[in-house]
């Protein structure tokens, strides 16, 4: 049963976990033979980097694969530890949609590979079909880099990605639960959570994004002020800071909002008298 062959990290990756990917011309391509397995000796991939499956899209392959079947098998290698057992390389969804479905056995190919080959394969393949969120595939760097050894340099060639996004992605794992929680569900999307990494009261900044839906240009304005106002010396809530931006919006003035504790005052900036008529007309209105 076990046919198995050795293959250097990255050979055939593209045409494995391409959209295009046929897995007959493959099998063909590599003269590798496809094997039958029982569903039950199968496991999934002990370096699985997605922990979240989406409820419907797996309703969906259940119906479709109890239609049509697995056309395409999914990549296993011999168990470590159990002599008639396999661990999922990729295509665990595949797998559990079969089990959905009641299948009793399952197309395979057999690859025989290290520990870290395999988990580079999973965050690879999930990463190319864009299944995981930004957080799962922070996790995913994460155990590369802590379990086994690799640089974010070696990282980012494995990967053929830019160092600087796995350095971006890393620091995710640095933000507060009620963030990761924000953006795991969608609250708050990855541009606007990266505008505001390192910011003090980012839980402050946050509420703000949201209840004032602002966009990811509109957060970087908002950090870009707040920043300014800390080099002044000055604190301002973030609530008071985005007010500013959105009546400079409307107004076409800069504008300067004092508050303490609930009293102050608001400031309007003006360059020529057509500028004041123009806010005592607003006003006036």
């Known amino acids: 049963m076990k046919s198995k062959s050795r293959k250097s990290l990255g050979r055939g990756i593209e045409s494995l976990f391409s959209e295009n990917y046929d897995a007959e011309e493959f099998v063909n391509n590599k003269k590798e033979k496809v ?36 056309l395409q098998p ?40 290290k520990d870290s080959e395999i988990a580079i394969l999973a ?21 590369l880099i802590d379990e086994f050894g690799l640089t974010q340099e070696k990282l980012s060639k494995a990967l053929s990605c830019s160092r600087v996004h796995i350095t971006n992605m890393l620091r995710l794992l640095s933000l507060p639960e009620k963030i990761k ?5 969608k609250i708050l999307s990855m541009g606007q959570v990266r505008a505001i990494i390192g910011q003090n ?23 870009r002020r707040r920043k300014i106002n800390n080099k002044k010396g000055i604190y301002k809530d973030p609530n008071i800071v985005s007010l500013e931006k959105e009546l400079e919006d409307i107004l076409g003035l800069k504008i300067k909002i004092r508050d303490r504790k609930g009293k102050g005052n608001i400031v309007f900036y003006y360059d020529s008298v057509n500028q004041l008529d123009a806010i005592i007309d607003k006003i006036k209105k």
């Open 35 to 70: 094997n039958t397995i029982p569903i039950e000796q199968i496991e999934p991939n002990p370096f699985q980097p997605r922990t979240i499956f989406n409820e419907l899209a797996l309703k969906e392959l259940t119906e479709s694969v109890k239609t049509r079947g697995i």
């Open 74 to 113: 999914i990549l296993v290698r011999p168990h470590p530890k159990k002599e008639r057992g396999w661990q999922i390389i990729a295509g665990e969804r595949r797998w559990r949609a079969a089990q959905r479905a009641g299948f009793h056995e399952i197309p395979v190919l057999v690859h025989d590979i």
């Open 123 to 143: 965050l690879l393949e999930n990463i190319q079909r864009e299944d995981l969120s930004p957080l799962e595939e922070a996790e995913g760097f994460k155990q």
């Open 181 to 185: 929680n924000m953006l795991n569900d």
């Open 201 to 223: 009261n980012i839980l402050d900044l946050a509420m703000v994004i949201v209840d004032k839906k602002l966009n990811v240009r509109q957060v970087e304005d908002l950090v």
